[in-house]
């Protein structure tokens, strides 16, 4: 087996030649055999083991296994111990998910403290063979179907092209101890009711079906390049940015032949779940959103709109006083004293000062505001109507900022002043406010 790993590497990993790599080391037979396969290489290593104290004194005796290895052996040796129950308590996450998330922060923080090169894991194709059937049954899409990545970032997984057998072969003709895992007996979890109910069926229906499996999964890996690459593609055509937002033209969107395809290949990576929600805003009226943790997708009109959640209270104001000249959060406004009117535009007012009452105050416009647009000599009419007749999107509405002097409504920003506190004849001291990006 040594041979057929270091020519594995050598044609699909000759990255790791002359680097220093750790290898992540359970005291279980995969990672055991790893430890041996590249003692005997000759690579320049290191042993790393988490104890996740969830086996009682088992955890310690694993513990105490690895680290006397590593001891004998003259490795470097690196070990943590984690209290894996509570972390997935205090984040209500299982308990499989918690170990995996505490295991791999800890591998990174290694890789910098102590300047190696990769983390390398034990992972194996009978592994990978049960990932893609846990993914299958739960309905994931085409990249949890492409199995565990061989390379991830710094994690390396050396062992995937060879199976359980082998590794099991190997250890045995070379005598190399390790630690059983008393968890691996029980089918209390999915993955060991895979593997030890469905995974040994399918190799008796087919003697050759990890090998099947293995080039079914090249197939996939290689589809879904094929794939990321068209939506690229398709994205450029069919999305503009501004900033953090992002507009998806739905007339081009439903030109496509699969739009959902296309929607769930873009949309995934912000943490979207509801994809069932997400698809029907496409025929939903404007107004309709979907969450994710962070983002929010809308229906606006002839696109959607995806941006960040605004995390602004639509309650909090902010004051100004008179003798604030700049506020930059959170917008940017400057306020001038100025002798006359000049390059007014939409993102700058001239008012009459005297006819401010201080503290301005800064904040969201909200539903019922009601001012005295300019120019209508002063009929009042509501804000959310201003914001249909100039036909503001729903997305600049709710980003959009009111300045208000005791109460009253100076100016929409960047859409429309009050008439009560513009320029007249009896002016005498005007301040410009303009608003900057």
């Known amino acids: 087996m040594i041979q057929q790993v270091e020519k594995h590497i050598q044609q699909n990993l000759s990255f790791l030649q002359g680097k220093k790599v750790i290898l992540a080391t359970s005291g279980g037979i995969d990672s055991m055999v790893m430890v041996h396969l590249f003692q005997q290489m000759g690579f320049n290593i290191a042993i790393a ?31 943590t111990q984690f209290d894996t129950k509570a972390f997935a ?28 090169d990769y983390i390398l894991t034990a992972h194996h194709a009978d592994d990978a063979l049960e990932t893609f059937i846990i993914n299958l049954s739960r309905g994931t899409g085409i990249e949890g179907l492409t199995g565990i990545p061989e390379l991830n970032d710094r994690v390396v997984r050396p062992l995937l ?48 079906f990890l090998s099947s499996f293995l080039k079914t999964q090249t197939y996939l890996q290689e589809v879904n390049v094929m794939m990321e690459d068209a939506a ?26 699969n ?53 602004v209270d639509e309650r909090e104001e902010f004051k100004i006083d008179r003798d604030l000249h700049e506020i930059i959060s959170p917008i940017h406004l400057s306020f001038q004293s100025v002798e006359k009117l000049t390059n007014v535009n939409k993102n700058i007012i001239f008012v009459d000062a005297d ?46 900022w009111i300045l208000c002097s005791n109460e009253a409504i100076v100016w929409i920003l960047s859409i429309r002043q009050d008439e009560r506190f513009k320029i007249d004849q009896q002016t005498k001291n005007i301040l410009k406010i303009e608003r900057r990006s």
């Open 49 to 79: 083991h988490c104890n996740f104290q969830l086996r009682g004194l088992e955890s310690f005796e694993d513990q105490n296994f690895v680290q006397e290895y590593a001891s004998n052996n003259n490795i470097p040796f690196f070990f």
């Open 89 to 116: 308590e205090d984040f209500k996450i299982s308990t499989q998910v918690a170990a995996r998330e505490l295991r791999y922060s800890w591998f990174y923080e290694i890789l910098e403290q102590e300047q190696y």
């Open 161 to 208: 092209a060879f199976s359980q057998d082998e590794i099991t072969r190997y250890a045995q003709e070379n005598n190399i101890k390790w630690r059983e895992d008393s968890s691996n007996a029980t089918d209390k979890y999915l993955r060991n009711k895979i593997r030890h109910q469905i995974v040994p069926l399918l190799k008796d229906i087919n003697s050759n």
């Open 232 to 257: 690229i593609m398709i994205y450029q055509q069919v999305a503009k940015q501004e900033d953090e937002i992002i507009y998806l033209d739905i007339k081009k969107l439903k030109q496509l032949p």
């Open 259 to 311: 739009y959902k395809s296309y929607l769930y290949q873009w949309l995934k990576e912000f943490e979207f779940t509801s994809w069932d929600d997400i698809y029907a805003l496409v025929e939903s009226q404007s107004g309709k959103f979907v969450l994710a943790p962070q983002y929010r997708l809308l229906k606006d009109r002839d696109y959607l709109i995806l941006s960040p959640i605004n995390f």
């Open 355 to 400: 006819k401010l009452k201080y503290p301005l105050v800064l904040r969201r416009w909200r539903e019922g505001d009601v001012f005295q647009p300019l120019g209508m000599e002063g009929k009042s009419k509501k804000v959310s109507k201003i914001f249909k007749d100039e036909k503001i999107s729903l997305l600049d509405k709710e980003n959009s």
